[in-house]
């Protein structure tokens, strides 16, 4: 992720901030360009691209704050998963608000 303009070099220790980044260039980003649902295998194969290493705990915790939904109960793991259909539930959500 540190190849994004909006990456911010001095926060790249803090967990939270990394977190963000994954929510939002690996997840939102991925769910918004095909219309709010894609296969886990798209959401993972743009966080490998990122270089993120965060994508899996981050798609949990937006699960469980309901802004995304997938019908499995554990996390989702490449590539047992990636056929998994994640669908965007809060459209609006921004993880830096």
């Known amino acids: 992720m540190d190849k994004l303009p909006e990456w911010d070099p001095a926060k790249a220790d803090d967990p939270q901030y990394l977190m963000n980044m994954a ?13 709010g649902e894609c296969e886990f295998k798209m959401i993972y194969e743009k966080a490998e691209e990122l270089h993120c290493d965060v994508v899996t705990a981050a798609l949990n915790s ?17 590539p047992i998963d990636d056929a998994v259909l994640v669908k965007l539930l809060k459209p609006d959500f921004d993880p830096f608000a």
């Open 62 to 78: 937006m699960k469980r704050k309901k802004i995304v939904g997938y019908d499995k109960e554990m996390g989702l793991l490449h």
């Open 23 to 35: 929510k939002k260039f690996a997840i939102l980003d991925v769910l918004r360009a095909n219309n």
